[in-house]
């Protein structure tokens, strides 16, 4: 079986580092003239030195984008199935060690929340759990996406990394795309934030788009937490896997999202904060690496940090967020996995998105496929 | 100019289009109208099945304008076969434009896949448009599968880059039975007015108007240089000529006397 492991271990860390931090103007110049550009080009667009060409970046990006996506931005609405977790993840609201209420959503109780969220408009949803393998595994899901499939036409999920032949029974049952982020592509430091629990496994979580990729899923999403640790390296790292992942699994797309830290209930803070500046030079610099890559911004930017960014590079909005299991209409007071910045409304959202000269499109896939 | 006819349909227009990528329905109204294209294409995909109130078909409703559904997305000939079927039900048409790409980067056509999906649908009654290379014998394959046209691309799918299968397209223009629409890469007026030019039967924009900072003006630039190449190839364009004519021909002296 391909493994990303080979390609992985040819970089190193530190060099990678030094690579981004001694970028010149040049380096810089080169990537953004260029008509396809490399990894080499993406660390340049990435490096301190191309600040003072964000505005430039972001021109290109928005006419790249705009000739890919069009005037368009798809939404979708996240479902927490269950806030369980065996896992103790220092950032995150629902990590084991947290004293909080815990649920999982019963199938009355997901019929409850879908009749909430369809009535928004929402016909992409994506599915959340933590890692809590006794009570939220495989025929759970596969539970779920009963209920789940004849009411939407797009299902996504972000639950714990599965078997290969796990993912093909999930596809089989509906799932057209999983998200998996690494969280940090630095080994040490991502055992400093995973204490406990089976998320403790670096490789283990390394090598789970490869068991996507074979299980024919139609999409895969990568992302690091930013906030962990350098966030320049970091990114290479998740670009260097999209690269890998594109050329073995080449009728499989794929997406990136940049989740931020934000605070949460009984969790850390971010050690290294990313500005909204670097979070619009990594956006660019993403979109002027790769063209045809979906970039989600989450609920947990702020609604004028989306307002803008959607016509930058975006592809795809959440709107309208809970991320607490019954969060829509179960169960409201139970406690979030993090805080949401972006409270408006579904609608509220995609009349921001009109009044950008964007559609807001609600369905894109239809449930046969 | 003389009508276009596709299995039952005759078209006024040559100049097709696609509907995605808009900024919003209104806006890709008014390109559709300002196009004067008689056929658009419409993602199954992207149309509400389950209501009669789907914001793209709403603003679609205008008599001399035909709704060709594709099958984008399909990945496979079986998948590409249910959605044909689904879009006959849902949208009331037994006309097709056939993609299956199961590449989501490039969208490149799959030749195997579309031939066996063509052979199905013609069997199953359908009026089939397939989306492909700009391979000839492909072609002539689906022209023995009964297909109702070909679309062979001009370069990848919203790349805007032109003609750049030139070559290939002209064989197929020189030797199709049925239909060609140039379909795919078309990204100026200019480039409609080539394909136009040197024979194509008809051309599918899309990212060329809808992507262009006012998508109304370019429907409406596109239709002229549709129009414009079409009446130049009716009206037989003089023969390029890159060398003058020889002052003293070197076999005048056979017609001389001796």
Known sequence: MNNFKEVFNRYAWAEVQASISTKTTADVETALHADHRSLEDFKALLSPAAIPYLEEMAHISQQLTQKRFGHTIQLFAPMYLSNECNNICTYCGFSFDHKIKRKTLSAAEILQETNEIKRHGFEHILLVTGEANATVHVDYLLQALQILRPQFSNISIEVQPLEEEEYKTLHAAGVHSVLVYQETYHPEVYKEYHTKGKKTNFHYRLHTPDRIGAAGIHKIGLGVLLGLVDWRTDSFFCALHLDYLQKHYWQTKYSVSFPRIRPAEGADQARHPVSDAELVQLICAYRLWNQELEISISTRETEKFRDQILSLGATTLSAGSKTNPGGYSVDPETLEQFEISDERSPAQVAAAIGAKGYEAVWKDWDRFY | ?258
């Open chain 2, 1 to 258: 100019m003389e009508p276009l006819i596709i299995a039952d349909k005759s078209f006024q227009s040559r100049l097709f289009m696609g509907t995605g990528k808009f900024g919003s329905p209104a806006q890709m109204r008014d390109a559709v109208l300002a196009s004067g294209t008689e056929l658009v294409t419409v993602a199954l995909k992207r149309v509400d099945r389950e209501t009669d109130t789907d914001a793209l078909l709403s603003h679609l409703c205008h008599p001399h304008i035909h709704l060709l559904p594709n099958t984008s997305g399909a990945r496979t000939a079986k998948e590409a076969v249910f959605a044909a079927q689904l879009a006959r039900e849902a949208l009331e048409t037994h006309w097709i434009k056939l993609e299956i790409h199961p590449d989501p980067r490039y969208l490149l056509p799959d030749p195997v896949e579309t031939l066996k999906a063509t052979e199905e649908l013609v069997r199953l009654g359908f009026v089939v448009l397939p989306y492909i290379h700009a391979d000839p014998v492909l072609c002539k394959r689906l022209e023995d599968a009964g297909t109702a046209a070909v679309m062979p691309l001009g370069a990848p799918i919203g790349s805007n880059k032109g003609l750049r299968t030139f070559d290939f397209l002209e064989i197929i223009l020189a030797q199709s039975k049925v239909p060609v629409i140039i379909d795919a890469g078309i990204g100026a007026p200019s480039d409609a007015a080539k394909a136009m030019e040197m024979g194509a039967d008809a051309v599918l924009v899309n990212t060329a108007i809808a992507a262009a900072g006012d998508p109304v003006r370019m429907a409406t630039a596109c239709r002229l240089a549709t129009e414009a190449g079409r009446m130049a190839y009716e009206a037989k364009l003089a023969k390029q000529n890159n060398r003058a004519n020889a002052s003293s021909p070197l076999t005048a002296f056979l017609h001389e006397q001796f």
